[in-house]
C-alpha cells in the first residue's frame, strides 16, 4: 500500500482495505437482498477509482481492486444470512476503523471518509427508481451515512 498510510501497522492497512467489500455488503445487503446491479456497481466503483483519482488515495483503491471480487463474495458466505445480524457485525467491523482513522493525517482521513460515503451512496443508487438509477431504499438509506465511523470534518485545503 502506498505512503498514504505510513503512520499505520500492516494490520491496520489490512483493516482499512475491508472497509470497501464490508460497505458493498453493507448497503447492497441492507434490503436482505444481495442485488447484482448494486454488487456490480462496487466492483466497477472500486476499479474505476484505482486509476482515475487525482489523488494519492488512488493507490488504496488500487490495492483494493486487486481481490474486491473474491473478498465481497467471501464476507456474503460468511457472515449471517440474517440481516439486522449481518448489520451489526459489518457495523462494529467499521467502527473499528475509527482509531486507525484517527492516525491519517487530516486532509487524507477526510479525503479517504468521504469516498467512503459516496462509495456506499454510488451502491445504494445502483438499483431502484426510475430506470434503476437514483433510487435509495429506506433500509440502506439508514446505513449509507456509515453511523459507525466518526464523522471526518471537511478539510478546507484539499483539492475536491
Not at 489490512?14 to 464490508?22: C, G, Q, T, V
Request: no cysteine; net charge negative.
Amino acid at each position: 500500500m502506498s505512503e498514504y498510510f505510513k503512520n499505520l501497522n500492516q494490520e491496520e492497512r489490512e483493516l482499512l482495505k475491508e472497509a470497501i467489500p464490508l460497505i458493498a455488503v453493507l448497503i447492497s445487503g441492507a434490503d436482505g437482498d444481495f442485488s447484482k446491479s448494486e454488487l456490480d456497481s462496487a466492483k466497477k466503483i472500486t476499479h474505476i477509482r484505482s486509476y482515475n483519482l487525482k489523488s494519492d488515495i488512488k493507490a488504496f483503491y488500487k490495492d483494493v481492486d486487486e481481490d474486491i471480487v473474491e473478498k465481497i463474495n467471501h464476507y456474503i458466505e460468511i457472515l449471517p444470512n440474517g440481516v439486522h445480524q449481518r448489520n451489526e457485525l459489518i457495523s462494529e467491523k467499521l467502527a473499528a476503523l475509527n482509531p486507525i482513522l484517527e492516525k491519517i493525517d487530516q486532509p487524507k482521513r477526510y479525503n479517504l471518509y468521504k469516498g467512503f460515503l459516496s462509495f456506499a451512496e454510488h451502491i445504494a443508487k445502483a438499483s431502484g427508481g426510475v430506470l434503476g438509477f437514483f433510487g435509495i431504499q429506506s433500509e440502506e438509506a439508514k446505513w449509507i451515512t456509515l453511523p459507525m465511523i466518526h464523522p471526518i470534518p471537511h478539510y478546507e485545503d484539499e483539492e475536491e
